[in-house]
């Protein structure tokens, strides 16, 4: 499945067919990740209508820009700093290298820091914490922004797709599955 993040970003999501009759039927069961969902119109309506949501709220945002790169991230934060030192200034961009996150950067001194935000169907992903609104993540945030981060950013190797991971296997990438063949796997665009 595929869904418009925003302009020119598009996420690609695995869903793993159960269950089929024939090469040409849909699964009786689609899982993406540990859900488990029983048709199409399910997916749009539980997972990707939440995100899409979720995306809006930080298009919309007061603080949210588009940059075509981090250096332009990172310079524009040093210009608003140099206006107002006293301020710790941040702004959301959407990630390119990893559609489906937005990206928070801020500074709180003289080095820019760039933080991940990911989009699930329940909330906002930050700092592995889910929020359900924006609103709170941001309070929680400007009230730990000095706290570090619990890990590294992801590595540029990671895939650009969403991979799909089986039920009971803790949410982490089963690779046999994730290089199936390509009838044991649903592309769906929307």
Known sequence: MTWKVCDGIYQHVDIKEQGKENAFSLGQSLWIGEEEFEDLDEIIARYVNPMASYARDLLNYKYFKAFENRQAVDEYLAKEKE????KIHYIIYPSK???GKFVLAYLPKDKPRHEFIGLKS???RFRQQIFENLSLLLKWF???YRDPPPQATPVAAAPARTPFATPGNNGSLDLELFYAKPSSVLSLWL
């Open 142 to 144: 400007k009230e730990h």
């Open 97 to 99: 290298e990893f559609p």
């Open 122 to 124: 329940e909330g906002f």
């Open 83 to 86: 206006r107002s030192a006293n």
